[in-house]
Structure formats: C-alpha cells, structure tokens
C-alpha cells in the first residue's frame, strides 16, 4: 500500500493544495464556459452547461498527476500509472460494477409500480460513454492522490466520507444540470443533498474498492458504471419533485447495501 505514516501537519498540507487545486482549476475551467452568457444577462443554456463538465474533469486530473510529480518525483507518476494499467484484481471485486444498474432499476421499478408511471427507467444506451471519461479522468486525483494520501485500512471510515462529501461539493458549478429535470427551481437544494448522499456512498464503495485491491483502475471503472447507469436508466419524464425522489431513493438503497454487504474476497 502506497500510504504511509506522514507528519499531520505534512499530510494535511498536501490535501488542502490538492483539493484547492482541484477546485480551482475545475470551477474556473466552468466559470469560464458559462461567462459569456452571463456577460449577455441570459441564462446558462443546458447545453452550455453539460460542456461545463469535460472541462471540470481537468481539475482532479491534472492536480492529481501533478501533485504526485511533485512530492512523489518520477516514481510516485510510475506507481501512480502502474496501478491504472497493470491492476491485479481478484475476479470478485469486479461484482461491484453491476450494483448501480442493479439498485437503479430496482428503485426505478418499484417507484413505477407504487407512486407513478413516470419512473419508467431510460435506456438512454449512449450514456455509457458519459461515465467513462468521469470515471478515468477524475479518480486519478481522487483515488490515486486524496485517497492514497489520507485512507488507510485502519482509519477508513470518517476519511472516506470527507473525500465523498468534498466530491459532491466539488460537482455544485454543474449540479443543477444534471438529471432530465433541470433546472430544478425550488427543488434544487433536496435534490443536490439527494445527489451528494449518492455520491458519498459511491466514494466510500470507491474506497472500499481500492483498498481491498490497491488497483486505480477498478476505482475508475466504478466512478464510469455509477455515472454511466445514472445517464443510461434515469428516467426521462420526472419533474423536478420527481427527480429529487428518486435520488433521495437510489441514495438510501446505496447505503442500505453498504450497511449489510459484506466485501468480496
């Protein structure tokens, strides 16, 4: 395992300037997408908004590979990169990838059967290819440089929920323009805190992930079928009230399964 004993005071240097980092070149690159049109006093078109996203994913990326480089020097990018492309992960593990659609479509269908049509899953096939660069190119920071740094077996529980907490503020710039409901209105605020309880779960089954395996890439692969399956199955005609519950659901389910699963061997 990559993590060792550090000074406190050295530790937490390193994560504040990753996380400052992080922030700031992820917002900025957003700022910088959505100026133009506040500039004009017209609203942010959802488009515009998606676009923010690509470029926010610049943020955890490039802070994380150069951050290594920085206090790890040229072997701590050779580890870094060496457990993205040659992971030795027990067959097990790879499980984990079907809890997202699996929960989704449970939530989805039970809330169809019960409260109303209108949870009818997506199968929105190309959504697939949203997750993937999220998951690739955000979790060479998160994993590979907070969670190397800050989580080990021994302390992983309150760790892991500040990473996911600080991942969940981290997606506020382009929060609202996310799901089929944008923009949200009055139903922004529960439906944020139902998507930062999603992503918290995540991060802490991201974690639990890494360290069971030590492997980058299963941690990107992960974060890609958690975001794929959101964009693939969500379903399309939910208002805002709708989409906010439905969340609140998905995020309690991930949780439930966190509470009693037991970790692969």
Known sequence: MSVTARRPQTLRRKLTTYFVLTFAISWVGALAVAAPHWLRQEPV??????MMFPVMLLGPSVAGVALTRFYDGKAGVRALFASIFWPRVPALWWTILLIFPAAIL?????????????????????????????GLLEEIGWTGFAT?????????????????????????????????????????VPFFLAFASILTAVRVLIVKAYLGTDSILLSQLIHGASTGSLVVFGPSGVTPAQEALWY???????????????EPR
Do not use: C, Q
């Open 248 to 262: 609140a659901a998905y995020g309690a389910t991930l949780w439930l399964m966190l509470l009693v699963a037991k």
């Open 45 to 50: 078109p959802k488009v515009a908004g998606l």
């Open 106 to 134: 449970a939530v989805l269908h039970l809330l169809k059967a019960f409260v109303s049509p209108e949870y009818s899953p997506n199968h929105f096939w190309m959504g697939v290819l949203f997750g993937l660069p999220a």
């Open 148 to 188: 190397r740094k800050l989580v080990t077996r021994e302390n992983a529980g309150w760790p892991s929920l500040l990473i996911g907490i600080l991942w969940a503020l981290w997606h506020l710039p382009v929060a609202d323009f996310l799901g089929a409901a944008s923009p949200h209105g009055k139903y922004f």
